[in-house]
């Protein structure tokens, strides 16, 4: 089943054309690798898609509706997450805060004021959540900006998965994570697949791509250079794609 | 200052310091500076600890404390709001100047006040979202803007003085034996800090103040909450001039000549961030109370002038100096 | 904006017509601060009576506001160009109009300062020459309040005093608050100064301290305050607490809103400078310089007090230049 479709999309910033007439469709259930050289326009590419950027030309489909037009907030409500490369945490917040930021519970404060966060719903679900993803965290009342970098990544991944998402967008996810931790981002991601979430995975660690897609794509200058099946390819092609020497 | 500093003291004393910040939302260093100026000052003076003149101090803090407010919400979000003092000026001017010049009903007078002010603040919020000027030029514009307009106002420039027994009943009325004044500081305090503190909004605010990028992407409406959040700075601001109209019993059009810095100094010495991301509005009271004991101190202890300026000056600089050791460790840990 | 403007080309107008009418009359020039207060339009009425009773012309100028000295100095400059009979000239600092000034002396231009904003020993030693000084005297409208409290409460009362000067560092506000201090030690040696702090001529801050001073100091007896902003901020504080009867408090300006609270009962008095008075009499000494006879170097124009009394009988002479 189709999900996404991404259909001659174009962005520019300034003078610089970032993406010249993108198309990509992503299925249910599946694992995409997104690769290319830094600047490619990976990141750029699924921002508009997450509606941070508008676009320039093009269109983008999520479960059949038109995305253009809507906000960042509505398109989470219609199950696109992602976790973005520079645009993390508010690090002065604490876990609860940064997983259910911009979409806290609310209950009647003194059985009156409206508007008011349920905290302790709160802190309960971020437990849960961050248990479900088997992480080690100090204290979920502390302010994320004093966990690792890793420990900061798992925080992103629980915001993902905390709405139950269609897709989920991870732009280097495993940048900054030791090797176990990876090995369970891995894992996540497989076990996302199997709960029928569509994954889509920019990393430029491509033993890990390999690991765990099912489909690599390459962008190279805003254009989609090569779709491959994982299985079907190895890394010397893809190589070979993202430097542009095919 | 030994007593504070407690790097390498025990657990105990961290856990008590995330107590008072995670649950009474006030940092303890702020509550202890307090504290040992009001200590030093019942020494200093016998006049000092009695309950009318705890009044008296609270009664002197209600503008700034006022003002206060609307500053720690701007700054959590790292904006930044200098119009502050001259909204208050111009709201009283405009208060007055609706039921005392031409003589409409009381209550105009307070409308006119708090409308004022919510106007200025209102386009400080449309001047920073739609043109993108950074918030210190377009406050910093509405600070000239605003006491002009009151100055035009106010007729030859001069206050406009007598205004009706209602309204000054807000600033100089003693409910219960309390001055009116810090009844409309308390409760407007109250709401502010649960607003910041445990609504929506307030998180919104403290995370976009934190990290604008990751607000906006979480589906934050960045662009409405930062309108929404001049236009309340201004509303303070005009009640806080509505305030100190009804306190004198005019309309000064240089009244609140600097207070925004005032303000503002006692937003941080209660442990509000300059650069956004975390904001306490019962800090920001307790940041004015030791201005407001410090200076009620000063001045029964009748010290001159050039000596007020030296002592506000350092007292400022220790307290700041003391929640910046928290800060600190914080980092180190 | 549009204010200035009409002043300026006002005075425009007023140049040329009046040079145009009158070739044969010598023509005045007048650089003030700013028009945009009641104080600077009292004095400007002031010049134009005296003018009008002296039988000379005078154009006048004034810039935006009375912190823009440099351009006050570019309007000196131009106005020279036009070689006025005499240079009357509020300077908005002691020394921003010093080179025009001189210039003007060069050209055999007669000084006049008005409104005592500059300083004799720094015109000396910067090789200016002034006709004479004039305008209130800040030390002399203080002690004027000494003594009327001394006269209201009794020269042997006793009893503590509440002085509220200006901004801290403000060389007006001292000289006021000096003036009410030293005489009040003299006339009424009973009353005690108790304190005496900086209300920075905020009124708010004004109330803060009285009742602060109130706690410590509950009989107090008298306020004094530098100007009638804080008094009248003072007076507010003291109503509140239901000591309006107890205490005496006395401003300085004679501002409207001074003059309202008096006719209501609540301020007790107001040292009114009379800046309508300080116009008309530099127009009037300045022609004697002209004319080549002498006058004294520092001329003060005296301060009225004002009281309820005063007021209400409206009989004192000097009443009519209350504006
Ligand atoms: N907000 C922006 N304003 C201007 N230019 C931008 C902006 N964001 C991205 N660009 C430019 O667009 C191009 C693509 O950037 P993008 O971040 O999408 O690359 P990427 O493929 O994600 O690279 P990387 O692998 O390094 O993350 C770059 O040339 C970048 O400089
Ligand atoms: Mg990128």
């Known amino acids: ?19 010249n007439g993108v198309d990509l469709t992503i299925e249910a259930g599946t694992v995409t690798g997104l690769v290319g050289d830094n600047g490619a326009g990976k990141s750029t590419l699924m921002k508009t898609i997450t509606g941070l950027y508008g676009t320039d030309g093009g269109e983008i489909r999520f479960d059949g509706k038109p995305m253009t037009g809507l906000n960042p907030g509505q398109r989470r409500a219609l199950g696109i997450e992602m976790i973005y490369q520079d645009l993390a945490l508010a690090r002065q917040q604490d876990v609860a805060a940064n997983i259910f930021l911009g979409r806290e519970p609310v209950k009647w404060a003194f059985g009156i004021l409206p508007g008011f966060v349920d905290k302790a719903k709160m802190d309960a679900d971020a437990r849960k959540m961050i248990d479900r993803l088997g992480a080690r965290i100090p204290s979920i009342h502390r302010p994320v900006g004093m966990f690792s970098g890793g420990q900061q990544q798992t925080v992103a991944i629980a915001r993902a998965l905390t709405f139950n998402p269609k897709l989920v967008i991870m732009d280097e996810p495993t940048a900054a994570l030791a090797v176990r931790e990876v ?11 199997d709960e029928g979430i569509a994954v ?22 805003g254009r989609i250079e090569a779709d491959l099946q994982t299985g079907k390819t190895q890394m010397r092609e893809v190589v070979g794609y993202i430097v542009g020497a095919h | 200052m030994t007593a504070i500093d407690t790097a390498g003291r025990g657990d105990a004393w961290r856990r008590l310091q995330f107590f008072f910040d995670s649950k009474v939302h006030v940092r303890l260093e702020s509550l202890i500076v307090l504290a040992l100026l009001c200590v030093a000052m019942t020494v200093l003076s016998p006049y000092f600890l009695s309950v009318s003149n705890f009044l008296n101090i609270l009664l002197a803090t209600s503008t700034i404390g006022v003002l206060a407010i609307g500053a720690t ?18 709201s009283g001017v405009a208060g007055a100047y609706l039921s005392v010049e031409l003589e409409w009903p009381w209550f105009m007078a307070i409308i006119g006040a708090l409308g004022s002010g919510a106007l200025a603040g209102y386009i400080n919020g449309q001047l920073i979202t739609r043109t993108r000027i950074p918030a210190f030029i377009v406050t910093l514009g509405m600070l000239g803007i605003a006491r002009g307009v009151a100055l035009i106002i106010a007729p030859n420039g001069g206050a406009i003085y007598g205004l009706p027994d209602i309204v000054v009943y807000l600033g100089q009325g003693r409910p219960f034996g309390v001055p009116t004044p810090v009844v409309i500081l308390v409760l407007t305090a109250l709401i502010a800090h649960y607003v910041l503190a445990y609504s929506r909004f307030g998180m919104h605010t403290l995370a976009m103040g934190d990290n604008e990028g990751a607000a906006r992407a979480t589906g934050i409406p960045v662009e409405r909450l930062r309108r929404e959040l001049y236009a309340i700075s201004g509303l303070l601001a005009g009640l806080a001039g509505l305030i100190f109209m ?47 004991v410090l200076q009620n101190g000063l001045n029964l202890l009748a010290v001159q002038s050039y000596y007020q300026q030296i002592a506000i000056g350092a007292v400022l600089i220790i307290a700041v100096y003391i929640d910046q050791l928290q800060s600190e460790r914080e980092r180190k840990s | 904006m549009t204010k200035l403007k009409t002043v300026l080309l006002a005075s425009v107008l007023i140049a040329f017509g009046s040079a145009a009418a009158a070739a044969d009359k010598p023509i005045y020039g007048v650089l003030m601060k700013t028009l945009a207060n009641p104080f600077w339009g009292a004095m400007e009425q002031g010049v134009k009576a005296g003018a009008k009773a002296a039988g000379v012309e005078y154009y006048l100028q004034a810039v935006e506001s009375d912190q823009a000295a ?3 100095l570019n309007t000196c400059n131009t106005m020279l160009e036009k070689k006025p009979a005499v240079m009357i000239t509020a300077a908005i600092n002691s020394t921003i109009l010093l080179p025009c000034l001189k210039r003007a002396n060069e050209m055999k231009i007669p000084v006049v300062d008005l409104d005592n904003n500059l300083d004799p020993k720094v015109t000396k030693d910067a090789g200016v020459n002034i006709a004479f000084h004039i305008g209130s005297n800040n030390e002399t409208a ?45 006339v009424a040696p009973g009353l005690e100064v108790v304190a005496s702090l900086p209300g920075d001529w905020d009124r708010g801050k004004a109330a803060n301290i009285t009742n602060d001073i109130l706690t410590k100091y509950p009989d107090l007896k008298v306020i004094f305050a530098a100007n009638d902003g804080m008094a009248l901020g003072a007076v507010e504080t003291v109503f509140a607490a239901n000591k309006g009867k107890q205490v005496t408090i006395v401003g300085v300006d004679g501002n409207s809103d001074a003059v309202k609270s008096i006719k209501a009962g609540r301020l007790t008095a107001s040292v009114a400078q009379l800046p309508y008075l300080v116009g008309k009499q530099a127009v009037e000494n300045v022609k004697k310089v ?4 002498k006058v004294d170097e520092v001329i003060y124009v005296p301060t009225l007090v004002l009281t309820k009394d005063v007021l209400e009988k409206g009989t004192e002479p000097m009443l009519k230049y209350v504006k």
């Open chain 1, 1 to 19: 089943m189709t999900l996404l479709e991404v259909k001659a999309v174009a962005k520019h910033f300034g003078a610089v054309q970032v993406l």
């Open chain 1, 183 to 193: 090995e369970s981002v891995l894992k996540l991601i497989r076990q996302m697949r």
């Open chain 1, 200 to 221: 889509i995975l920019i990393s430029h660690r491509l033993n890990d791509v390999f690991e765990v897609t099912d489909r690599i794509v390459v962008l190279r200058q």
């Open chain 2, 73 to 90: 919400l701007i700054l959590s979000s790292a904006g930044l709001d200098l119009s502050l003092g001259s909204v208050l000026g111009l």
């Open chain 2, 246 to 292: 009804a306190r004198v019993n005019a309309g000064d059009p240089t009244a609140g000549y600097t207070y925004e810095l005032t303000a503002i100094t006692a937003t941080i010495i209660g442990g509000t961030s300059l650069f956004g991301g975390r904001g306490s509005i019962l800090g920001a009271l307790v940041g004015a109370l030791i201005m407001g």
């Open chain 3, 70 to 72: 440099e351009p006050q």
């Open chain 3, 142 to 186: 203080g002690a004027q309040g000494a003594d009327y409290v001394a006269k209201k409460v009794g020269k042997d009362a006793k009893g503590p005093v509440l002085v509220i000067e200006g901004l801290s560092g403000n060389i007006t506000g001292q000289r006021r608050a000096k003036g009410f201090a030293e005489e009040l030690k003299k």
């Open chain 3, 290 to 293: 002209v004319a080549g006879g």
